[in-house]
């Protein structure tokens, strides 16, 4: 079923070392490569309707991958297939739907796909793959803007039914480039918007924000245009190169992580090969981070140290969980009393424990309890 809804990408294997991370890839050429033996399957997306002027981003998955496959391999249990690209629809929503079915079709055989777009509109149909594999989808986008007042892909996202969404983290947002309503509704719905300046602080500070995604989704804009200027409306502040490779390792390393797509590169605008380069380092790193997950969750295992803070007066404690195992934090947000005793566990960081062990309120815990007792 897959060869229907898919071309494949020809790899230039003359430009390759013998170390290359192409020569451990499996490619689709004339049959599907064995998916049981699969770990990331790379599909390529080359539509750029609807991306408000940055068509040519459609062209973009062929060019990252020249890139990709030179760069050389660091483990040799790599488990890739690249998948090709999925067939242009005759409309728009074709192109959707088809990255739906091809999407869903893999997830189900439990393999992560590092998606090359296109237009970030696609987010839309890398979302609908969820509907029958997720029941509360948690969506981290990496972007300088959202837009909840017109029909984009992240008001059709919130807006679908079925609805499975239960959380979305906006990482990167440039407060210049957002309207206030589309923020104000991030915020009645307790979702969470994250400004770029923050972030840049301290960017380990993002791994808690990622850690418990499910859908991760990124697009170039996000990275300033001196370090990634293929785009035709690029910006001037944005993450940095090594700053977008640092996210990338955060999704890869993140367990739950089923699919993560890089979008709106336009090879027109992309001097030197620049950006291409730097989202095939971006792939590599994400990989890289798959390689090294911890299946690191208080769900999971016991190696955990327990820490329980008072908090004002009227308000739950705060109960936190530092591993044993990778040093990261996880705490502990009470349901309503008519649940019984139920609670749900959020990643955090040690600067939240620091917090609550000063008798204060985390942010995120305070988000957190909003959003479950809703």
Not at 86 to 111: H, R, W, Y
Not at 265 to 288: C, T, V
Not at 296 to 311: A, G, I, S, V
Request: charged letters at 25%.
């Amino acid at each position: 079923m897959l060869k229907e809804f898919l071309s494949p990408y020809i790899p230039k294997t003359s430009t390759w070392k013998e170390t290359s991370i192409g020569h451990l890839t499996c490619f689709y050429l004339d049959e599907i490569p064995d998916l049981a033996e699969t770990d990331i399957a790379i599909i390529g997306v080359n539509d750029g309707r609807n991306s408000g002027g940055n068509d040519s981003c459609k062209l973009a998955p062929d060019n990252i991958r020249d890139e990709f496959y030179k760069l050389i391999r660091q483990n040799t249990r790599l488990r890739i297939s690249d998948l090709g690209n999925i067939k242009t629809g005759d409309t728009f929503d074709d192109s959707i739907a088809a990255l739906k079915i091809v999407s869903e079709i893999l997830l189900k055989e439990n393999i992560v796909l590092l998606i090359l777009g296109g237009t970030i509109e696609l987010a839309y149909g890398q979302y609908l793959a969820y509907e029958k594999v997720c029941k509360n989808l948690e969506y981290v986008c990496i972007s300088p803007d959202f837009d909840l007042k017109n029909e984009t892909y992240l008001r059709k996202i919130c807006t679908n039914q079925p609805n499975y969404l239960f959380n979305i983290n906006v990482l990167g947002y440039q407060t210049y480039l957002v309207e206030d309503d589309s923020l104000s509704v991030i915020h009645k719905l307790f979702f969470e918007a994250n400004r770029l300046g923050p972030l840049k602080k301290d960017m380990t500070d993002t791994e808690p924000m990622i850690r418990n995604a499910d859908m991760i989704t990124l697009n170039m804009s996000a990275i300033k245009q001196a370090d990634a200027p293929g785009h035709f409306n690029g910006n001037p502040n944005g993450f940095s190169g090594e700053e977008a490779c640092q996210l990338s390792w955060y999704s890869g390393l993140a367990d739950k992580v089923k699919t993560f797509g890089i979008y709106e590169l336009n090879p027109d605008y992309d001097e030197y090969h620049q950006s291409s380069k730097l989202a095939s380092q971006m792939a590599w790193y994400f990989i890289d981070g798959y390689y090294n997950r911890k299946n690191d969750n208080p769900n999971m295992h016991q190696e955990f140290l327990k820490y329980r803070c008072t908090l004002g007066e009227g308000q739950p404690d705060a109960v936190f969980f530092k591993s044993k195992l990778s040093d990261r934090w996880w705490m502990e947000i009470p349901y309503p009393d008519n649940y019984g005793d139920h609670s749900v566990l959020v990643p955090c960081s040690y600067n939240d424990y620091i917090i609550a062990s000063k008798g204060e309120m985390p942010d995120r815990f305070w988000r957190g309890f909003q959003k479950i007792n809703m």
